[in-house]
């Protein structure tokens, strides 16, 4: 059974820093496209960055150029980083494994007061 855990959430400042992590779990991870979407309140689920198997990257226009996402294959693991944070990336995100079905994690907080 496929489980994804993101970690890393929490509350900064704008300006700030966070690193978010996806723990994935029952799955041949290395083999899989996976990525990050984020929901803010009263919004539809947004994708943020997306990376394949091998390490290539794509962003959403709003988070290019501030969020790096990255995976360690070794450790099933996938990454956000995320700098210069704005007010408005205040949302839930959720990572995301790309299969034969779409796997999703519970979600992390990310909020960004001004």
């Known amino acids: 059974q496929v489980q994804l855990v993101e970690s890393g959430g929490g509350l900064v400042q704008a300006g700030g820093s966070l690193r978010l992590s996806c723990a994935a779990s029952?799955?041949?991870?290395?083999?899989?496209?996976m990525g990050w979407y984020r929901q803010a309140p009263g919004k539809q689920r947004e994708l943020v960055a997306t990376i394949t198997s091998g390490g290539a990257a794509v962003y959403a226009d709003s988070v290019r150029g501030r969020f790096t996402i990255s995976r360690n294959n070794a450790r099933n693991t996938m990454y956000l980083q995320m700098n210069s944070l704005e007010p408005e990336d205040t949302a839930v995100y959720y990572c995301?494994?790309?299969?034969?079905?779409?796997?999703w994690g519970q979600g992390t907080q990310v909020t960004v007061s001004s």
């Open positions: 995301i494994l790309y299969a034969n079905r779409n796997y």
């Open positions: 029952g799955t041949t991870f290395s083999r899989n496209r």
